[in-house]
């Protein structure tokens, strides 16, 4: 079952996990320094679902990568829209 006990119990653990890491290398590594929420948050919710979901393990240019190809996306739609 995608949704046992278990699995929830796997993927809140990948949950916490993974933002104590985000916390650790972006907000207790760089005190005071400022960044881009939307794209940190994107970077972070990926690495979640590729983690919770796949077991798989983004590395950071993976995710920077993805971050800057959605951004092209958002962008191209929002001018269709218009």
């Known amino acids: 079952h995608a949704f046992a006990h278990k699995h929830i119990t796997r993927m809140k653990e990948v949950c916490y996990e993974k933002l104590e890491e985000w916390i650790r290398n972006t907000i ?7 960044f881009d ?11 979640i679902i590729c983690k ?8 950071d240019e993976e995710a920077t990568a993805y971050v800057i190809e959605n951004d092209t996306y958002l962008y191209e739609v929002a001018c269709k829209q218009r």
């Not at 919770?52 to 590395?59: G, K, P, Q």
């Open 28 to 34: 207790d590594s760089k005190p005071g320094k400022s």
């Open 37 to 47: 929420v939307f794209q940190e948050m994107q970077q972070l919710s990926l690495r």
């Open 52 to 59: 919770a979901a796949f077991e798989y393990d983004m590395s």
